[in-house]
T-cell receptor, first 110, second 117 residues
């Protein structure tokens, strides 16, 4: 199956800093999603981005499918951005479950 | 839009009992739903794929007789953990896909925390 690697595993930043989270995957995908898991466990959809670039406020994401990686950018970090960020991929369209990376644990200090 | 609910949000049960978890898509029809499991401080692992009106497809290593899945309607899938044991304690999360949409985004429920004593 597809392997998904996320880096870094842990990241501690001061409020206001920018960060880049990386997701590498081992095979072609037609589904790639970024999630933020809040302290209660809820997975919050950030981006559906199997290719290209998208932006939503302070967050943006880029997936280069031909090189099998995706990047999540967080600008002007806030303490509420803390949590675990997961990248998940799928190769069967909507009919296949997602393979998750191990996540990046982000801590934003005031 | 695209809201998925789960019930219950948490459950504590005695070893040997069975527990049913419901997953509902509230504002769309989900022809396909998925069940994931997450152990503390670990990632999510896909357990099974649930298609409306047909048998679920289980991932390798997941016991289909222990984790019974029923997808009886386009808005409801249930996961029953039969004869639960302490090692089944975990966070169970479902997701749903609206295959009628162009983008096959998976929308996740809030999860169910199961503790087996």
């Amino acid at each position: 199956g597809i392997q998904v690697e996320q880096s870094p595993p842990d990241l501690i930043l001061q409020e206001g800093a920018n960060s880049t989270l990386r997701c590498n995957f081992s095979d072609s995908v037609n589904n790639l999603q970024w999630f933020h898991q809040n302290p209660w466990g809820q997975l919050i959809n950030l981006f559906y981005i199997p290719s290209g670039t998208k932006q939503n406020g302070r967050l943006s994401a880029t997936t280069v499918a031909t090189e099998r990686y995706s990047l999540l950018y967080i600008s002007s970090s806030q303490t509420t951005d803390s949590g675990v960020y997961f990248c998940a991929v799928g190769s069967g369209g909507g009919a296949d479950g997602l393979t998750f990376g191990k996540g990046t644990h982000l801590i934003i200090q005031p | 839009g695209a809201v998925v609910s789960q019930h219950p949000s948490w459950v504590i049960c005695k070893s040997g009992t069975s527990v049913k978890i419901e997953c509902r898509s509230l504002d769309f029809q989900a022809t396909t739903m998925f069940w994931y499991r997450q152990f503390p401080k670990q990632s999510l692992m896909l357990m099974a794929t649930s298609n409306e009106g047909s048998k679920a497809t289980y991932e390798q290593g997941v016991e289909k007789d222990k984790f019974l899945i029923n997808h009886a309607s386009l808005t409801l899938s249930t996961l029953t953990v039969t004869s639960a044991h302490p090692e089944d304690s975990s966070f169970y999360i479902c997701s749903a896909v609206d295959l009628g949409r162009v983008l096959h985004t998976q929308y996740f429920g809030p999860g169910t925390r199961l503790t087996v004593l």
